[in-house]
T-cell receptor, first 113, second 111 residues
Framework: DGGITQSPKYLFRKEGQNVTLSCEQN?????MYWYRQDPGQGLRLIYY???????QKGDIAEGYSVSREKKESFPLTVTSAQKNPTAFYLC????????????FGSGTRLTVV | GNSVTQMEGPVTLSEEAFLTINCTYT??????LFWYVQYPGEGLQLLLK?????DKGSNKGFEATYRKETTSFHLEKGSVQVSDSAVYFC??????????FGTGTSLTVIP
């Protein structure tokens, strides 16, 4: 079955550490996205990538980094510069343009301890 | 700018009740409009969409009509079930590169 896989489902990080969230899709989608979800704030775009080796900042990119070396993979690194990293992170993919809608992964809940 | 406003929740209904979740948007042009549903601990799933004015999106008994004159895309279902309990997000996009999501409306259906 085609889909988008995020791992791990739960992640704990000590303050000052970088951590990388995995996102893999086998839908042959060109575009991939990272969103952050906080209670009462909806979803906010962190980064997106329309093609391999290219990505753009979203509304809240500070403290995050991404790479897109393969079409199937779009990992997100939460760096120590992100002041409030505890959140639910959602990865999504779409055909080029995305106007038909996204396919979302099941999310990673990151907690800083 | 572009934004989406949803009615605040939580919404609690009895099984078989009629559901309306209001969604209005602010946009400079003619976006595509979407409803997504999120079950506890999961990602979002596309529920329905409409790409132009007067289009009606429908799926699993849910419906929403793109109303340009009132800039609205209200979600409705005639008879809700316990399994419909989830958080519902309204969203818009122009190009698909960025979606603008509402804050979500939590629905709980009690037997």
């Amino acid at each position: 079955d085609g889909g988008i896989t995020q791992s791990p489902k739960y992640l704990f990080r000590k303050e000052g550490q970088n951590v990388t969230l995995s996102c893999e899709q086998n839908l042959n989608h060109d575009a991939m996205y990272w969103y952050r979800q906080d209670p009462g704030q909806g979803l906010r775009l962190i980064y997106y990538s329309q093609i391999v080796n290219d990505f753009q900042k979203g509304d809240i990119a500070e403290g995050y980094s991404v790479s897109r070396e393969k079409k199937e993979s779009f990992p997100l690194t939460v760096t120590s510069a992100q002041k409030n990293p505890t959140a639910f992170y959602l990865c999504a993919s779409s055909i080029a343009g995305g106007s038909y809608g996204y396919t979302f992964g099941s999310g990673t809940r990151l907690t800083v301890v | 700018g572009n934004s989406v406003t949803q009615m605040e929740g939580p919404v609690t209904l009895s099984e078989e009740a009629f559901l309306t979740i209001n969604c209005t948007y602010t946009a400079t042009g003619y976006p595509s409009l979407f409803w997504y549903v999120q079950y506890p601990g999961e990602g979002l799933q596309l529920l329905l969409k409409a790409t132009k004015a007067d289009d009606k999106g429908s799926n699993k008994g849910f419906e929403a009509t793109y109303r340009k004159e009132t800039t609205s895309f209200h979600l409705e279902k005639g008879s809700v079930q316990v399994s419909d309990s989830a958080v519902y997000f309204c969203a818009l996009t122009y190009t698909g590169n960025q979606f603008y999501f509402g804050t979500g409306t939590s629905l709980t259906v009690i037997p």
